[in-house]
């Protein structure tokens, strides 16, 4: 690859804060190890609303869709709370999932040593926690039809939301967890409630087919997806990939995510499916947390959820596997020497803000 073409739309909020962190890592790589990253800035959510009335505008979309890969930091805030319904800033990133047809969305939950005494879990429960959730993001009960509320005239209203599964989506989303396990610890688990869902019995059916055709050498398991639930919080560590549905996915990924400790370390990356030609995916990289709007323009946002949502793009979208790894552990050995953001804050550590932290993991890397 000869330039790497990176997409940055910081957003809002704290957005634009753990953004510049980043920046500071791609301007270090280009230094230093010569990597190529050219990039270009663009505006969503609320900051791209009050400069031009949407939430994205049709020229960010277009860069979007040229990129090899979109940095997005957080959208939204109380400033934009009365924006219609279909401008709110959220849109913005509702057009890039659709039109990018981000439909993987991978979760990691990883337990950094030195925040294992903070998870909610025991600390041998946690400790050199590592697994992948990759939940389904572009169909399912969200987006099913009929989706309704009818009046029923009697005092009674009556809710609809339609589970619905094709073949080609269950085959795409395994593919990717099966692909993805063998750079792992090559185990994947499926979640569905295959004994009350009939498209649990689809999701069941074509995950086994998948592996059968074309993925035998993967560990392959299954499991209800509210055991699925239980398992995570009772063992965690049997896991290495877990691939599950879009409903069951945003809830299993929330668990596993709180496993580990703050919002404010989370990743999370949404890819497409390859092109036929080249390989190549779309994706999009962003944490998991919001624009914080109570701590914004302060100064002590943890930028390390962008940072590892950088890490994965290194990793998934440019194949730079061992700067990726490099990365993670630069911010564990910042952890390790006991620097904190105010969100991770414990006794005897020390209390560094937004851009400290960012320095501080350049230079381990
Ligand atoms: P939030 O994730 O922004 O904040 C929740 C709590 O966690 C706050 O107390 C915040 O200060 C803290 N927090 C979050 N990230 C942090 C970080 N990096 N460092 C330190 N502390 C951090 O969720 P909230 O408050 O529910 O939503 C705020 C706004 O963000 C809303 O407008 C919401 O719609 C939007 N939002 C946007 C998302 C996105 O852009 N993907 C996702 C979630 C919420
Ligand atoms: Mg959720």
């Not at 029923?152 to 809710?159: D, E, S, V």
């Not at 035998?216 to 063992?235: C, I, K, N, T, Y």
């Not at 995510?257 to 999009?284: C, E, H, N, Q, V």
């Not at 590892?308 to 630069?330: H, I, N, T």
Request: one cysteine or more; charged letters at 25%; hydrophobic letters at 45%.
């Amino acid at each position: 690859m000869s330039s790497r073409k990176l997409l940055l739309l910081p957003g809002d909020g704290i957005g634009p804060e753990a953004m510049a962190e980043v920046r500071k890592l791609i301007a270090a790589m280009n230094d230093r190890l010569g990597a190529g990253f050219e990039t270009e800035e663009g505006l969503v959510g609320g900051c791209a609303y009050d400069a031009h009335g949407q939430a994205i505008s049709e020229d960010d979309m277009a860069k979007a869709m040229a990129a090899d890969a979109v940095l997005f930091g957080a959208v939204g805030g109380p400033k934009w709370d009365a924006v219609p319904y279909e401008m709110r800033p959220e849109a913005g990133l509702l057009r890039l999932r659709k039109d990018m047809e981000l439909f993987a969305n991978l979760r990691p939950a990883i337990c950094y040593p030195a925040l294992a005494q903070s998870s909610s879990l025991k600390p041998e429960v946690v400790e050199g926690l590592d697994i992948l959730i990759i939940r389904e993001l572009t169909g399912g009960v969200y987006f099913g039809e009929p989706k309704t509320i009818t009046d029923l005239g009697n005092g009674q209203k009556r809710a609809i939301d339609t589970q619905v599964y094709d073949t080609f989506e269950i085959e795409r989303i395994s593919g990717v967890a099966f692909e993805l396990a063998r750079t792992r610890r090559n185990k994947v688990c499926s979640m569905e409630k295959r004994n009350v869902m009939k498209s649990g019995v689809l999701w069941n059916e074509v995950v086994t087919a998948t592996h059968k055709a074309k993925y035998p050498d993967v560990e392959l398991s299954h499991m209800l997806a509210d055991a699925g639930g239980m398992q995570l919080v009772r063992w965690p560590k049997q896991f290495d990939v877990i691939v599950t549905d879009n409903l069951f996915g945003d809830m299993l990924s929330d668990v596993a995510a709180m496993l580990t400790g703050s919002l404010g370390m989370l990743p999370s990356a949404s890819l497409g499916a390859p092109d036929a030609k080249t390989g190549a995916r779309k994706a999009l990289y962003e944490p998991v947390h919001g624009s914080a709007p109570d701590i914004a323009g302060q100064g002590i946002a943890n930028p390390i959820a962008m940072i590892a949502s950088f890490a994965m793009c290194l990793r998934y979208s440019f194949g730079m596997v061992p700067e990726a790894d490099r990365l993670e552990k630069a911010i564990a050995a910042v952890l390790d020497d006991g620097l904190r953001t105010r969100d991770i804050l414990s006794d005897g550590m020390t209390d560094v803000g937004t851009g400290a932290m960012g320095d501080a993991i350049v230079e381990k890397f």
